[in-house]
């Protein structure tokens, strides 16, 4: 895994809760509840949350504090989510964002 965020710029310093189980693009991984689930992305190796609609170009963890839409992501069905400060759970379903999307733009 890669190295984790332990302290955030907005939420402050992260606790570690139980290892939860999620879902990333149909795979599963495994983060902290609690934790930004752009964390736990980014501790899985994962840096590409979304696709620009109008030119395509990926997009991830930039501001972390909620203020710009790099991170946002599909999560549970719901479009648009900041992942840089929505909280982990179990189970949850996250997805690459391609524009407004969860479909890739060939598939549009």
């Not at 030119?55 to 930039?62: N, S």
């Not at 909280?87 to 479909?103: C, F, I, P, R």
Request: net charge neutral; proline share 5%; charged share 30%.
């Amino acid at each position: 895994m890669a190295e984790r965020i332990v302290e955030h710029p907005i939420l402050g310093v992260q606790e570690k809760g139980r290892k939860v189980s999620f879902f990333f693009d149909g795979k599963e991984y495994e983060g902290f509840e609690g934790e930004p689930i752009a964390a736990a992305l980014k501790a899985n190796d994962v840096m590409i949350h979304r696709y620009t609609k109008k030119e395509h170009k990926p997009r991830g963890i930039f501001c972390a504090i909620g203020r710009c839409t790099d991170c946002v992501m599909i999560v549970n069905g719901v479009p648009n989510v900041r992942t840089c400060i929505t909280a982990l759970e179990e189970g949850m379903v996250v997805k690459t964002q391609y524009g407004v999307s969860e479909k890739p733009f060939e598939e549009q």
